[in-house]
């Protein structure tokens, strides 16, 4: 069946500019995360979507970030006034519960 | 989440066995042991998980000491497409929160 898919798969964006990027989890999996991993190192957990609930953010870095999930369907995490350091790889995963299923990710160059 | 130790690289040749170890001294009763692979460009991919008792799937085997205080992911043929970065990560085998990534072993399957 289907896996996780994100879109763009990459973006270049100016420093400033405001970018959403699109997650479409597997059906029927309730739980979503969003996670940043930069060059070369592990993931950082950004926010957590769980049913109906509200999510966890605790994750989110600045207020610039932002994201929501419509329903147990797709997400969107925004960044609004990009900086540089906003550059790295965006994933999203979708889990019934456990374990977690990763997309291929979202590549964010902000210039 | 317990804290995990992973070597931070390993070479296995093909057709061998690849054993990638991990501690975990700290781990709770109710945690269970992850590990995922992060392929490069690509997004991290559940392999197996496990709470005490030793697992095996169509992907590798999970062997755990009776203490849960450290185990060991076992790739029984090592091929090439096995070359990637290896997660081991604890957490309670619940819906909620993230996982948390460290570093990883950086696993690279020679000719």
């Known amino acids: 069946g289907a896996g996780v898919s994100q879109s763009p798969s990459n973006k270049v964006t100016e420093k400033g500019k405001d970018v959403e990027l699109r997650c479409d989890p597997i059906?029927?999996?309730?739980?979503l995360y969003w996670y940043r991993q930069r060059l070369g190192q592990g993931l950082e957990f950004l926010i957590y979507f769980q049913g109906n609930s509200a999510p966890d953010k605790s994750g989110l870095p600045s207020d610039r970030f932002s994201a929501e999930r419509t329903g147990e369907s797709v997400s969107t995490l925004t960044i609004q006034r990009t900086q540089q350091e906003d550059s790295a790889v965006y994933l999203c995963?979708?889990?019934?519960?456990?374990?977690?299923?990763f997309g291929p990710g979202t590549r964010l160059t902000v210039l | 989440d317990a804290k995990t130790t992973q070597p931070p690289s390993m070479d296995c040749a093909e057709g061998r066995a690849a054993n990638l170890p991990c501690n975990h001294s700290?781990?709770?009763?109710?945690?269970?042991v992850y590990w995922y692979r992060q392929i490069h460009s690509q997004g991290p991919q559940y392999i197996i998980h496990?709470?005490?008792n030793n697992e095996t799937n169509e992907m590798a085997s999970l062997i755990i000491t009776e203490d849960r205080k450290s185990s060991t992911l076992i790739l029984p043929h090592a091929t090439l497409r096995d070359t990637a970065v290896y997660y081991c990560i604890v957490r309670p085998s619940t819906t909620g929160n993230q996982f948390y990534f460290g570093t990883g072993t950086s696993l690279t399957v020679i000719p």
């Open positions: 059906s029927g999996h309730t739980a």
């Open positions: 496990g709470l005490k």
């Open positions: 995963a979708s889990s019934p519960g456990t374990p977690q299923y």
């Open positions: 700290t781990i709770s009763g109710n945690e269970y």
